[in-house]
């Protein structure tokens, strides 16, 4: 039975514009031709952690087991944070910088073990700048080609963690921290619905932030809203997420990743 081809995932903030995924590609080819390449994202605003841990969490479990996550936002390239792989107990691998923000997607999967890789085993760069390409495509290749973790890197222990922020849930609000705005500019939260369920039963809310208000409804779809109407409903990332039906929240509320709503029922009496 033939081997099944390793599945690669990249996830980056280098946008489209320049060369730069398709030469982390081509790295990867160059050790293994028939290797599975996942675009996830390469539009990660730029040098934003938190949005990347985020993403990661979101996605890793529908990818397949065994799965090989290059994982490339680097504000402190060549500024000697080291290089990590990631192993985890369902067999995928992360491939990254030391900087804690791969480490809340590859908790969900069980960590096993942590190497640092080492360096003096790879191809000299012509660069200090472009770790993405001369080190981790060159590290995601050779292990797709079936080198062992151990001919690549030494075990660590002492690997950079991040921790997710929580909501924060008062006597009648909750306070949900925006972690990503997709193309359409909803607005995704850290909230899950069974939380803000089990603490404001009121349909229609209140969403407060930067000094502004406004009301809306909890609505099951985009579309059971007006037009250009705000709305909080389930997004496909199975979080809260704050949307104007045909409209760009971000645009139109000048909200992004890192502000915080406090959502809460209206005054008693004007809940509808």
Do not use: Q
Not at 73 to 92: F, S
């Amino acid at each position: 039975m033939r081997k099944s081809r390793p599945v690669i995932s990249l996830l980056t903030d280098y946008g489209l514009r320049d060369p730069y995924v398709a030469e982390v590609k081509a790295v990867i080819l160059s050790y293994c031709r028939d290797a599975v390449i996942i675009d996830v994202s390469h539009e990660v605003s730029a040098f934003n952690e938190l949005e990347a841990a985020f993403l990661l969490t979101t996605y890793v479990k529908y990818m397949p087991e065994g799965t090989i996550h290059v994982c490339i936002i680097d504000p402190g390239v060549g500024a000697g944070r080291r290089g990590i792989v990631v192993e985890t107990m369902r067999g995928d691998l992360f491939i990254g910088p030391d900087t804690g923000f791969m480490i809340p997607a590859a908790e969900l999967l069980g960590i096993s073990r942590v190497y640092e890789i080492d360096e003096s085993k790879l191809p000299s760069r012509p660069s200090e700048t472009f770790h993405g390409r001369d080190v981790f495509a060159h590290v995601a290749g050779r292990l797709a080609a079936g080198v062992e973790i151990e001919d690549i890197g030494v075990e660590i222990d002492d690997y950079v963690r991040m921790r997710l922020p929580k909501p924060v849930v008062g006597e009648n609000w909750i306070d949900a921290t925006i972690m990503h705005v997709d193309r359409f500019g909803n607005l995704i939260t850290n909230l899950r619905p069974d939380l803000l369920s089990s603490r404001i039963r009121s349909k229609e809310l209140v969403i407060e932030f930067k000094g502004r208000a406004i009301r809306c409804k909890f609505m099951k779809a985009y579309g059971l809203a007006r037009v250009g109407e705000p709305l909080l409903t389930v997004g496909g990332t199975g979080f809260i997420e704050l949307a104007v039906n045909r409209g760009s929240a971000a645009e139109t509320l000048r909200l992004s990743v890192g502000d915080v709503i406090r959502i809460k029922p209206p005054p008693e009496g004007e809940a509808r």
